[in-house]
């Protein structure tokens, strides 16, 4: 079907996309869809070509996000652009991600699938990784041009899915698409989420005694009295969360900073119940006694919680089976003297303290250690806000009890997460510059990059 020179493609707008039917849900006539773009709303834009779906876009101005879905011949969603918007009238290209399948019969995105994903910076650094049968990651540079778009106006879908991007012959002209569903009575719930990134559980109920939370195996955590194990010295004011045994220079203060004093340290403890023991679920940096009012990730100076996708988040890495706190002007000291007084492998034994402290003797700055959690792995920080706006806390949160649930007499928090997202200001939407097409070619050919590199590889392991 065309309509003068080009190809007409439909358009439908929708409240989500249904991945099992296939199909869009939830029409909604233009207007509305126009007015949620309009108030950052989230909605769905279909693309369509003879009936058949070729592009999905899920637009949630509110979280920076713009996703656009290529779809296959069998109506499954192949290859996705996720966009966030960093700054006004620019969109940036955060990861693209392409799944290849054996069949038109396969499931969407099938477990243990062949996938390809490119993370890209801002900087145009990116990694391409391949997934599935196997792993192989490598480095790229992505070009501005490839890398950003200007946010086109609201109906302008060509602007990020021009023809060669879709797969067309020639220019595309756009049409609405027919009605054949009735308007709905009022505006139904949006059918989907931007992607968000990890947001913070139960972190009041750890540090407050006789709070029951049943985790994934079905056993019973009971917080049990918070230990306090000191107090901090904070002469700058720039506090760092880290493993004790691996922390140096290299490891950035956090951006938010608090007043130089002497703050204390609390150590989160519980029991399992009908045993006598537990893990250790978080530790606290205590600014102030004011209520928290509200969480949001601690980040360094590096790191942009805008860029992070869903359930992600900014971590301290841990190595040795410890975390610590300190302020910014102990790096270069205080590891080493943590090394040389706790040497001791069963440290953190049964019986153990809480925590331990050891203090540079020049300048008194010093480092509280205590035991991670479970384990080593990497752990969020939370950082807390009264009403006014003011630090109240930061919150090592070891994430033991992230995806447990709130028994009886558990209190549920009034404190809301704050996620990294902004309204932008002076918005302003431009023509593109940049081609979709030419972006999707530059794409390809690093994936035949990797994919060449994997085919090496195998020949080098076939060698005699």
Known sequence: MTAGSGTTVEVGYHEGWDPVARAGVGRLPEAEARRRDGAGEPY???????RRPKALFLVDWRHGYLGLFLLDGAARRDREYEYRQLEPGRLHLRRYQ??????????????????????????????????????????????????????????????YADATLLGLRGPVDLVPAPWDAPAPAAPAAPGWAAPRPLAPRHLE?????????????????????????????LPSGAVTAADPGTTGEHEDPFTVTVPPGDYPVLIATMR??????????????????????????????????RLLGAGQYYGFGVDTAMGCFLDATGRATLPELFHQQHRDPGLWGEGAPAAVEVQDPATGTNLIA????TGDGCYPVWIGRDADGAVTCFVADMLVLHHADAL?????????????????????????????????????????????????????RCLP
């Open 44 to 50: 769905a834009a279909l693309l369509t070509v003879h």
């Open 98 to 159: 392409e799944w290849r399948h054996a069949s038109d019969s396969g499931p969407e995105h099938p477990e243990g699938g062949r996938c390809f994903t490119v993370t890209v910076r801002p900087d145009g650094r990116a990694t391409v990784v391949l997934a599935g049968d196997g792993s192989m990651s490598v480095r790229a540079e992505v070009p501005a041009g490839h890398r950003s778009a200007a946010k086109a106006e609201f109906g302008a879908w060509t602007a």
């Open 205 to 233: 109920a750890l540090f407050t005694p006789g709070s029951r939370l049943a985790d994934e195996e079905e056993r019973v955590a009971v917080v049990t009295e918070p230990e306090p194990v000191g107090l901090l010295h």
């Open 272 to 305: 399992w119940e009908g045993e006598d023991w537990g893990e250790t679920p978080a530790a606290m940096l205590r600014i102030t006694d004011r209520p928290t009012s509200t969480w949001e990730l601690a980040l360094r100076p590096d790191q942009d919680g």
């Open 370 to 373: 205590y035991a991670s959690g």
């Open 408 to 460: 009886p007499p558990t209190v549920p928090s009034p404190a809301v997460t704050v996620l990294p997202y902004t309204p932008v200001a002076d918005d302003r939407r431009e023509a593109p510059f940049t081609s979709p097409g030419g972006t999707a070619g530059f794409l390809a050919a690093r994936i035949a990059e990797v994919v060449e590199a994997e085919a090496e590889a195998a020949r080098r």
